[in-house]
Nanobody, 115 residues
Framework: QVQLVESGGGLVQPGGSLRLSCAAS????????MGWYRQAPGKQRELVAGIGSSGSTNYADSVKGRFTISRDNAKNTVYLQMNSLRPEDTAVYYC?????????WGQGTQVTVSS
């Protein structure tokens, strides 16, 4: 069974930084797209950033220039470096990945940006 486990969320002041990690574990033969989504209270889940197996990336317009997604294929891990955080970035952040041809989600990690 494959699991995605996120870490790195927390409380940070506006303008601060956080780094999220998501590690895939289990019987893994292939990992295709990896990405981060977020869901704020009362809002739909939305794409934050994605990265393909070749390293190609895409970002939501709201985070371009502030967030950076990367992956370590040897560790089956995807990262999200978040800089210049704003209160509107407050949400539960979810890792999403295609592993062995199937879609998996992490359990989510809370990010709160507040003074």
């Amino acid at each position: 069974q494959v699991q995605l486990v996120e870490s790195g969320g927390g409380l940070v002041q506006p303008g601060g930084s956080l780094r999220l990690s998501c590690a895939a574990s289990g019987s893994i033969f292939s990992i295709n797209t990896m990405g981060w989504y977020r869901q704020a209270p009362g809002k739909q889940r939305e794409l934050v950033a994605g990265i393909g197996s070749s390293g190609s990336t895409n970002y939501a317009d709201s985070v371009k220039g502030r967030f950076t997604i990367s992956r370590d294929n040897a560790k089956n891990t995807v990262y999200l470096q978040m800089n210049s955080l704003r209160p509107e970035d407050t949400a539960v952040y979810y890792c999403r990945s295609i592993v062995n041809g199937r879609l998996y989600w992490g359990q989510g990690t809370q990010v709160t940006v507040s003074s």
